[in-house]
């Protein structure tokens, strides 16, 4: 049921994304784009609809409409997000109310820094580039 729920999310025809306007895209890149400068995340790039990531560990790919993450060599790499109803909402005062953005650039931002990361089932799926 998954495979069919990703096909019908990224899979469109005619070039037109339904979910995703092109607006929404430029929103996302901006952003992203913006946050790496104010964190000074220097090792972050935005290039068409992905976030390009060259951490320590491994490159990483993340895409600015379905925040697929892929790492090079192909592999994917799953995150869930972890919602916060219980302890309200985090203001980010240059975001709309759109959760898939907040989602897509705390992974670009975890991503940038991957050498702090201790989570081991992000870990295990990471492929260390030496």
Request: aromatic share 6%.
């Amino acid at each position: 049921m998954r495979d069919i729920d990703l096909a019908a999310s990224v899979a469109y025809v005619g070039g037109v994304d339904t979910v995703i306007s092109f607006s929404t895209m430029e929103l996302r890149q901006s952003i992203i784009k913006y946050t790496c400068e104010l964190m000074n995340l220097s090792n972050v790039t935005v290039e068409n609809h992905f976030a390009v990531i060259k951490g320590c560990l491994n490159t990483y790919n993340v895409h600015l409409g379905s925040d697929m993450i892929h790492q090079s060599g192909g592999s994917a790499i799953h995150i869930l997000p972890v919602y916060s109803e219980k302890r309200g909402k985090v203001y980010l005062p240059f975001l709309d109310e759109d959760p898939m953005t907040a989602q897509i650039l705390s992974k670009v931002v975890m991503l940038a820094e991957d050498n702090k990361i201790k989570d081991s089932s992000i870990l295990s799926q990471i492929k260390t580039v030496k």
